[in-house]
């Protein structure tokens, strides 16, 4: 059988603004699959930025026995189209549908798109899915295998849940799959960027966030030496010069995250490391935070969410307000590019609440803060305080970019302009302050705001705000003048 891994052409312009990023479960996925004897390919149709046209022609070309997507909750409509397309080229071709948005809402899917979704993949893939081609191949029944739900006699049939892995170096990935040339990091012309996974999991209780119920509350890792071999074989085989780190939290265990720093400055690889973590490992760390910096970390993204210890409370976030500031202080005063997002637009906002988030965004600090309107995931805890307040139910919009929850006193367009706003603020702010920057940052920080004046969401979010032809006119002209 041969299977095509395929993400859909789905855009909501925030991320791929800053680079390309490749399909990482498809790495994994591709992996098993082809252990298992089975011919693979990976089909990045969002990152090729591809028509349904261009996939019509591809999928025509390849001819797939078996097509397989993943879907977040923001894309799960272009996953249905795309394998209904596969369905309408060729009926014979089995369509299966994996990913956090199905893991949790397989019902409300199957009801609707039977015909279209053969199987539903829950949770974490590589195990499951080649149980199940191998179980389609050998003509047994798929009831037989866990961690599926699938349409049989006018109803969904939910297997049991699959136990997770529980050695993640077991798991063979295909790197060589991966076509190199379209994966580049815009801040770094000329970059190649891999997207890596260090651990699986989460073990906070953010209430508005899914991954910790997507990983059923566990953290597991790859051991030190088999990551940082990793790194070191996409470098040298691949050109790999910068690595996002996929993780939730990669410093979970303080340990093995040292002993990961230790090896990498070791090996003194030419590799520029991007990740997130929690605001209380960075102050746990802050007497290894230089071996950040050495091993490779240039941008740390952590998630301080809320300015008001109530709303911190209220999402569960299980940090002080105090700490969110000692955090970006450490990682700024390292030279590591800070980064932080403040979740907006919850029922009990208004224009005040969210202009005062700015002025505290200011205050924290970071080199880059964005302001992002809640997205009801409605697998997530923080669903029925948030179901009430929903004005939005087209899925494609919960991408945490448009707001879709309405403030009890602002209009949905009221808060679009209180967050363009927000953004306008925080950036003219940075912008005056550029001098006082590390030659490092002024020079990350300048390529930034390029793309955000010229290719992001954010400059149409900031136009017409303020200043006579809005923010980005005020910083195209201040590129020009630097330049
Ligand atoms: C890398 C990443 C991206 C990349 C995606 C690259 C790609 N094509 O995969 C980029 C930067 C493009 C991206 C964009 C967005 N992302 Co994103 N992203 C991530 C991130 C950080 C890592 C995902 C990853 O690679 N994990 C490592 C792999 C190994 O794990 P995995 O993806 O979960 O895959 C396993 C299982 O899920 C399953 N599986 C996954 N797919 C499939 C498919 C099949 C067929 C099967 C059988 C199984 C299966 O098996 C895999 C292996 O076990 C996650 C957060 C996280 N830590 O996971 C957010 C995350 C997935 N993103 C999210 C969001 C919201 C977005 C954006 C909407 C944000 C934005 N406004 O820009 C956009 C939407 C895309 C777009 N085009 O605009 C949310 C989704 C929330 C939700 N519940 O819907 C997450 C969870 C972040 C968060 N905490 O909120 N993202």
Not at 169 to 187: M, R, V
Not at 228 to 244: C, N, Q, W
Not at 264 to 284: F, H, P, S, Y
């Amino acid at each position: 059988m041969k299977v095509l891994l395929i993400t859909p052409p789905y855009h909501c312009g925030v991320l791929e603004s800053a680079g390309s990023w490749l399909p990482t479960a498809f790495v994994y996925l591709a992996g098993s699959l082809r252990k298992a004897g089975y011919a693979v390919e990976i089909y990045d149709a969002m990152s090729k930025f591809h028509t349904y046209e261009d996939i019509r022609a591809h999928l025509t070309e390849a001819q797939p026995d078996v097509i397989a997507t993943g879907a977040i909750t923001a894309t799960i409509y272009d996953c249905i189209e795309v394998l209904k397309l596969a369905r309408e080229l060729n009926p014979e071709t089995l369509t299966i549908l994996g990913n956090v948005h199905p893991t949790f809402c397989w019902e409300e899917i199957l009801k609707e798109h039977h015909d279209i979704v053969d199987y539903i993949v829950r949770g974490e893939g590589e195990e499951t899915l080649v149980a199940l081609l191998n179980c389609i191949s050998d003509n047994l029944d798929p009831a037989e295998i866990d961690g599926l739900v699938f349409w049989r006699n006018g109803k969904a049939l939910k297997t049991p849940d699959r136990p997770l892995v529980q050695n993640l170096d077991s798991l063979p990935t295909a790197w060589d799959l991966i076509q190199w040339n379209e994966y580049t990091y815009h801040t770094k012309p000329g970059s190649t960027l891999a997207v890596v996974s260090s651990s699986r999991g989460c073990t906070q209780n953010c209430s508005f966030c899914s991954q910790r119920l997507f990983w059923k509350h566990a953290w597991r890792a790859h051991s030190p030496e088999k990551f940082v071999a990793e790194l070191e074989y996409l470098h040298r085989e691949f050109g790999v010069d910068v690595a996002m780190i996929s993780d939730e939290t990669p410093t979970f265990d303080r340990n093995r995250w040292e002993r990961i720093l230790d090896l990498l400055i070791q090996k003194n690889l030419d590799l520029e490391l991007l990740m997130e973590t929690r605001v209380n490992d960075i102050i746990r760390d802050q007497d290894i935070l230089y071996k950040y910096r050495k091993a490779g970390v240039v941008h740390i993204y952590v998630g301080v969410e809320a300015t008001s210890q109530h709303t911190l409370d209220q999402f569960k976030k299980g940090i002080k307000i105090e700490e969110s500031k000692k955090a970006i202080d450490l990682i700024n005063a390292m030279d590591i590019v800070s980064e932080t997002s403040f979740v907006v637009g919850m029922p009990e906002d208004t224009m005040e609440s969210i202009a005062r988030t700015a002025e505290l965004a200011k205050y924290y600090d970071p080199d880059m803060a964005f302001f992002l309107p809640i997205s009801p995931w409605p697998y997530a805890d923080l669903y029925p305080q948030l179901k009430d307040y929903i004005e939005v139910f087209d899925y494609s919009k919960y991408n945490l970019v448009e707001p879709v929850v309405k403030p009890v006193n602002m209009t949905l367009q009221e808060l679009k302009q209180a967050i363009g706003r927000a953004s306008m603020e925080f950036f003219t702010d940075k912008l005056s302050r550029l001098d006082e920057m590390t030659p490092y940052k002024r020079k990350f920080m300048i390529a930034v705001i390029d793309i955000i004046a010229n290719n992001s969401y954010l400059a149409e979010l900031m136009r017409g705000i303020g200043e006579p032809g809005g923010m980005p006119a005020m910083i195209k002209k201040y590129l020009a003048d630097l330049k």
